[in-house]
């Protein structure tokens, strides 16, 4: 009996112990389960690039300019408040497209032109082409500017699913005539690859918007998103639509009054991208990122203030770029971040609250945005990179890992006969050739070398009329043959003091720092401009005309065409002198009338002058 009763217990306790066994197994698995689904989900990217907006052309810098919904974005989420891009459209462009520094892509001389057989270089895979790999969807509205010669430098041959937009780097607002000079204009908005000839006569700030906001409608929620918004505005022409330049019916300064509009218009646009992102479900898992492609041009209503320089310089003015992120994401919110690079200290004057040590610039996006994607080690799986990923500095504040910012070397611009032994030997210490156009921060100290663009201090335009009565106002004159300046500028922001004959020893080092960098750079990319890249050959839009199918048999007949466009422009250039000469005959029948017998021979010696052989050598040297 007593041996019945063990074996009864046994039974019953293998019999709760498996049980147990297979409710935990059961657990686990659920548990595994929940932690797949709860698994985040990679967040969807809104890359808002606007052109030309000065870092005092938005309202929490204190401007005139009316940007509330900007302004809440930026207080709600991160201000990048010494953000560094580059100082003009394609480079900036081809460090976010890439990760990498312009002298490693062999763009570091200027902008890509519309008849440049140029574009990113294609061993350089794209953030579009590495975010697809991750499964992203990935759609550009707004402006390329980064080549367009062969259908493989399209939007849409380096990544993007979708594109509407602009190939080249300027353009009417409205009819999308673009001109590169005079002698070469044509339509230039696309809708993937075809000339979108039925949407002319749209403002483009307005149909890109509108656009963004038909991709949102349409697309997966479970799908992540990349979506590029490339705005035209604030770049010249200045024009928007008139209610918007009713805001600013005080301001007595025509630039300023269309400037200001513009980007008032781009503030509504802004605040409808969000609130469709809210009503497609999409704004919780999203980041938002707003930067300048460059500072602003102050010829063209622009303002920097109080920085120095402007669009196409390397002074603050023109590489210190308006920039936040805006997430529901983020750890930490509506805080600034300052660029004090590496170990900064920031003088006992200033003071700023809320603020974490950070240094950013257009390299960073690359490797961040594929590190949020997943893409574990996007650092070191293309080791090409010159940007870090740092979310962890933006979002909560973290040591960030950049020491130092490369803004560029440019070789080509180097004056020629201008002579090593003062730029190389005297100047640069035998380091570098300072005649050569450079930019480099390290620390709390920033190197300028070469031809680095005009240096001036332009206070809000204010005044009325024309740039004449205020583009002076604080004009700088450097001494004759300066090619080195040295600033601290934590200390000295606004670069107003040159301490490069004072700190002899910093320069040295920077420049040490330039050679190493240049070591390491390709050579620059800067063909001339190709003739058949004109529009009149190709229907009168820009398009890309090399790699085309069937290019062997249309070669023939497009130069067969060049050739009579350009007997056609002879033509009209012959009768444009003599339009002149008859104008001029006129008036010499005015002045002279009393003197009539001397006027054959007048009109005659001018004719002479202008022989048919001066007429071919203009068509010929015609671009």
């Known amino acids: 009996m007593r041996g019945r009763s063990s074996s009864f ?14 409710q935990d197994e059961d657990t686990f698995m659920e548990s595994v389960k929940t932690e797949e689904v709860e698994k985040p989900r990679p967040p969807h990217f809104i890359f808002i690039m606007v052109d030309d907006q000065g870092y005092g052309d938005i309202g929490y810098h204190g401007s005139d300019i009316h940007t509330p919904v900007l302004d809440r974005l930026a207080a709600e989420g991160v201000k990048l408040e010494n953000y560094y891009v580059q100082p003009i459209c394609s480079p900036s462009r081809s460090q976010l497209m890439t990760g990498r520094y312009q002298i490693h892509t062999g763009l570091q001389h200027s902008i890509i032109r519309p008849r440049q057989p140029l574009c990113l270089p ?90 963004v906001k038909q991709i949102l409608k349409r697309h997966d929620p479970h799908t992540p998103l990349f979506l590029y918004l490339s705005l035209q505005a604030a770049h010249t022409p200045l024009q928007v639509p008139d209610h918007f330049l009713h805001l600013y019916d005080s301001h007595r300064n025509r630039l300023r009054r269309h400037y200001a509009a513009m980007l008032s218009c781009l503030d509504s646009g802004v605040a409808q991208v969000v609130q469709e992102l809210k009503t497609q479900g999409l704004y919780e898992n999203s980041v938002l990122i707003y930067s300048s492609d460059n500072g602003g041009q102050p010829l063209s209503g622009g303002s920097n203030w109080p920085l120095r320089g402007g669009k196409g310089t390397y002074w603050e003015g023109g590489i210190r770029a308006v920039g936040f992120v805006h997430s529901p994401l983020l750890k930490k919110k509506g805080i600034v971040s300052r660029a004090l690079i590496h170990s900064l200290r920031t003088p006992k004057r200033f003071t700023y609250p809320d603020i974490h040590p950070f240094t950013h610039t257009f390299t960073h996006w690359y490797p961040t945005l594929l590190g949020l994607a997943g893409l574990a080690g996007a650092q070191q799986s293309h080791h090409g990179l010159d940007g870090h990923d740092v979310w962890g500095s933006i979002s909560e504040g973290l040591p960030c890992p950049r020491t130092e910012i490369l803004f560029n070397i440019d070789p080509v611009s180097r004056k020629a006969g201008e002579p090593y032994d003062k730029a190389l030997i005297l100047n640069g210490f035998g380091i570098w050739d300072t005649a050569v156009r450079a930019a480099l921060r390290a620390g709390d100290w920033k190197l ?42 934590s200390a000295d922001p606004y670069e107003r003091y040159d301490l490069a004959e004072a700190r002899p020893e910093v320069v040295k080092h920077l420049m040490t720092r330039l050679a190493e960098y240049n070591q390491t750079a390709v050579m620059a990319r800067n063909p001339p401009d190709d003739p058949m890249a004109d529009p009149e050959l190709h229907g009168g839009a820009w398009s890309p005309w090399l790699g085309l199918e069937g290019d062997n048999e249309k070669e023939e007949s497009r130069k067969e065409k060049m050739i ?34 001397q006027m054959p021979d007048e009109i005659m010696s001018m004719w002479t002058k202008m022989s048919e052989e001066g007429f071919q050598h203009l068509v010929e040297t015609m671009p």
């Open 9 to 22: 217990i046994l039974m019953i306790g293998a019999t709760l112990f498996f049980s147990l066994a297979c």
């Open 564 to 597: 009579k466009i350009r007997h056609c422009k002879l033509s009209k250039l012959k009768a444009l002198f003599k339009k002149d000469v008859m104008e001029q005959e006129i008036h010499i029948m005015d002045m002279q009338l009393t003197n009539l017998q």
């Open 448 to 489: 300028l070398t070469g031809n680095v663009g005009d240096g001036d201090w332009i206070p809000p335009q204010a005044l009325p009329g024309g740039p004449e009565r205020w583009k002076k106002l604080e004009k700088r004159r450097n001494k004759l043959g300066k090619s080195v300046w040295l600033f601290n500028v």
């Open 122 to 211: 294609p061993d350089s895979p794209t953030l579009p082409e590495r975010l697809a790999e991750a499964g992203y969807a990935t759609h550009m509205v707004g402006k390329w500017h980064l080549g367009f010669c062969r259908p493989s430098c399209l939007p849409t041959g380096r990544g993007f699913q979708s594109f509407l937009g602009t190939l080249t780097g300027s353009g009417d607002h409205f009819s999308y005539q673009s001109c590169d000079g005079a002698e070469a204009c044509g339509f230039d908005l696309h809708d993937g690859d075809r000339p979108a000839w039925e949407m002319a006569g749209n403002y483009s700030t307005l149909l890109y918007i509108d656009r």
